[in-house]
């Protein structure tokens, strides 16, 4: 028996539908026999396209608002693909030296695909003549820990390589990459060495191993390309989505919870690994029974919009989402076993379409001044080429390059790289190699998609400085403590047993939520306010409150001594625990105040900014003039000692 969400399913179910793969890839070309291997073409074919990878940018990577900028501050525009294979194409069955046994009969051997039928450099200049700016490089957990080398004929067309284990390629290929002025992303794809995506053991970032031991091993990759600072990118783990017995979650606090798990190794790696990495979080792939009349969707980023992620260092939040033509919001991707009656991608008109994708994803970058306001990257899309006939498919694809075109979104193209024999085989990757090293291309002057990645890859979108944007960040102490601080989480617990939040350095507290314990911050209007030396004080009591100072008459008053702002706040269960107080420099923070009551409905001024930061609870905001001083709550019988009031004082 399986349980889902309070019901059950037979075994029969379990066996016939959720062993099936939830997004299954289309059906791969027959595999072709194996062929010897020979010295590859030295001339590759000619692109239409004028568009390069510019090796100009410096590094590292931040955001500001919904753009990913370089050091300069100028717009770097992710124009990716995905170099699969070293996180493995195996199908999971049958020999894994069989072609036959592997995704579309593509065998990567552990390593990149394409590395055993053509120079590494001549597949880089490939990347670069389609106008490719950035790689994903997918790898597995167990990739890091293989001590086996490569066969030989996995590397046959790169000789320099043979005897390595597969993390060496892999460092090799990532030398190169960043070599010839590409950006790589590095991406945890799956645990095991096999090829994704269904009910496989990889379903989950701790389906397969603990969730200690993929922190650890996140941290063993930033580490170990810190000093490569072309290495701009931690994407955390690909496509979370159900095993047989449960669904993943964003934030009920379980160690199901992808929420948790992505917000606490980010972290991790931002303070104890590398500070330059951007840090990607995709959403979640899927959840529930993919059959009609039981619950199933793809939530996608859909929960960002009420739980969104502060990282210790603002600017360095990057959120992903996946699309294919046969996956749909609430289909799996499954013909025959697993499909349901739900409408796939390629089923909706152009404007159901962009409405759809707006409502899953795009709404985090269209939507300005929020708490989860960030840039997406459309990590994986993708499409058959020659052999694609489907006039559905076909217009999906081009529908969604409008997309991708209208909204200047970051995309990765999945994938570049695949194998062809007589132009022939599984066709989605936009470079092709034969057994004999001969390279077919998206601008051969045969392949429909051509005119379509053209027009994506030569609009530049939004180019140039991008100038430094308002944070608003939430906290979410929901289960533990949420301080995005890094001087307070380098400093003793302030308030040991107690439930912490903390805004990040440069933020200050502006907003709370009557119940559930969430927090709103913001650098709006003062920018920078703690002073440069520290100092903070952690409140309880009613010790700062002055003579005739009353502003909450008959409630507990915590309150900031002067020169002060609240930062961050603890509580126990429900209430409200402490009030945690910055020092600001002298003359920056004003004395007069005004009392915002959230107790029995919502207090955040007209058009207030941050988003909804509490759904579904009462909230007070201070405004963007001003800064909270203050939180008050009430003991008496029936209360639950949650905040009631904030005081909110003017800035300098």
Same mark, same amino acid.
């Given at each position: 028996m399986v349980t889902v969400r309070g019901s059950f399913v037979g075994a029969a179910l379990t066996a016939a539908l959720l062993l099936a793969p939830l997004t299954p890839v289309p059906a791969a070309a027959a595999?072709?026999?194996? $062929?010897?291997?020979? =010295?590859?073409?030295?001339?590759? $074919?000619?692109p239409v396209t004028t568009a390069t990878a510019a090796a100009d940018w410096t590094a590292p990577l931040s955001t500001r608002g919904r753009w990913i900028v370089d050091a300069d501050g100028d717009r770097f525009k992710l124009r990716s693909g995905n170099w699969h294979g070293a996180s493995g194409t195996w199908n999971g069955s049958g020999s894994v030296d069989e072609d036959a046994n592997h995704h579309a009969g *593509?065998?990567?051997?552990?390593?990149?695909?394409?590395?055993?039928? =053509?120079?590494?450099?001549?597949?880089?200049?490939?990347?670069?003549?389609?106008?490719?700016n950035s790689i994903r490089l997918p790898f597995s957990n167990e990739m890091i820990h293989d001590g086996v080398p490569v066969k030989d004929d996995a590397v046959a067309a790169n000789p320099s390589l043979r005897g390595m284990t597969p993390l060496q390629v892999y460092d090799a290929v990532v030398r190169e990459l960043t070599a010839a002025g590409l950006a790589v992303i590095l991406n945890n794809h799956t645990n095991t060495t096999r090829w994704c995506c269904g009910v496989d053991g990889n379903e989950r970032w701790n389906a397969s191993r603990s969730a200690a031991a +993929? *922190?650890?091993? +996140?941290?063993?990759? =930033? !580490? !170990? #390309?810190?000093?490569?600072? !072309?290495? @701009?990118? =931690?994407?955390? #783990?690909?496509?979370? !989505?159900?095993?047989?017995?449960?669904?993943?979650?964003?934030?009920?606090?379980?160690?199901?919870?992808?929420? $948790?798990?992505?917000?606490? @190794?980010?972290d991790r790696i931002l303070t104890e690994a590398n500070a330059d990495l951007l840090v990607i979080v995709e959403g979640i792939?899927?959840?529930?029974?993919?059959?009609?009349?039981?619950?199933?969707?793809?939530?996608?980023? *859909?929960? @960002?919009?009420?739980?969104?992620?502060?990282?210790?260092?603002?600017?360095?939040?990057?959120?992903?989402?996946?699309? #294919?033509? #046969?996956?749909?919001?609430?289909?799996?991707g499954a013909t025959g076993t697993g499909e349901t009656t739900d409408p796939r991608y390629r089923d909706f008109s152009p404007a159901e379409l962009t409405a759809v994708l707006d409502r899953q994803a795009f709404f985090v970058t269209a939507e300005q001044d929020q708490h989860f306001t960030a840039p997406v990257w459309i990590s994986e899309f993708g499409v058959g080429g020659r052999e694609e006939t489907g006039a559905k498919q076909r217009a999906w694809f081009e529908n969604f390059v409008d997309q991708l075109i209208r909204t200047d979104a970051d995309f990765a193209y999945w994938p570049l790289v695949g194998w062809h024999e007589n132009r022939r085989g599984n066709g989605w990757a936009l470079l092709h190699w034969d057994s004999s090293g001969s390279r077919m291309g998206v601008y051969d002057g045969d392949d429909w998609r051509a005119a379509a990645w053209t027009r994506l890859v030569e609009n530049p979108g939004r180019t140039g400085r991008i100038a430094p944007v308002t944070e608003w960040s939430m906290l979410s102490p929901d289960h533990g403590d949420f301080v995005a601080s890094r001087r307070m989480r380098a400093l003793p617990d302030w308030d040991s047993g107690a439930r912490k939040a903390a805004c990040p350095d440069g933020q200050r507290l502006l907003g709370l939520g009557h119940t559930g314990n969430r927090g709103l911050c913001s650098d709006v209007t003062a920018g920078l306010l703690w002073a440069p030396a520290g100092g903070h004080e952690v409140v309880r009591d009613e010790r700062h409150v002055p003579p005739g100072g009353d502003w909450a008459s008959g409630y507990t008053k915590l309150q900031c001594p002067d020169g002060h702002f609240l930062t961050g706040y603890s509580v126990r269960g429900s209430a409200v625990s402490a009030a945690l107080c910055a020092a600001a420099p002298a003359g920056r923070l004003g004395t007069a105040g005004r009392t915002v009551w959230f107790d029995r409905g919502d207090d955040r001024g007209q058009n207030p900014k941050g988003g909804d930061f509490a759904s579904g609870h009462y909230k007070g905001q201070c405004a963007t003039d001003e800064y909270a001083a203050g939180i008050a709550y009430t003991g008496r019988v029936g209360s639950a000692r949650t905040p009631d009031a904030l005081y909110c004082r003017k800035l300098l």
């Open positions: 595999p072709q026999e194996s $062929a010897p291997r020979s =010295a590859p073409s030295s001339e590759p $074919a000619t *593509e065998n990567s051997g552990r390593t990149p695909l394409g590395l055993d039928r =053509a120079p590494m450099a001549e597949i880089i200049a490939g990347f670069q003549e389609i106008g490719i +993929w *922190e650890d091993d +996140w941290l063993f990759m =930033a !580490r !170990r #390309y810190k000093d490569n600072k !072309r290495v @701009v990118g =931690a994407d955390l #783990y690909n496509e979370v !989505r159900r095993n047989i017995g449960d669904d993943p979650n964003w934030g009920l606090g379980d160690d199901h919870d992808w929420f $948790a798990a992505s917000q606490r @190794v980010g792939n899927w959840t529930g029974i993919p059959i009609d009349g039981f619950a199933h969707e793809r939530p996608t980023l *859909e929960p @960002v919009r009420r739980l969104s992620h502060t990282l210790v260092d603002s600017g360095k939040l990057v959120y992903s989402a996946h699309f #294919y033509d #046969y996956t749909g919001p609430n289909h799996s």
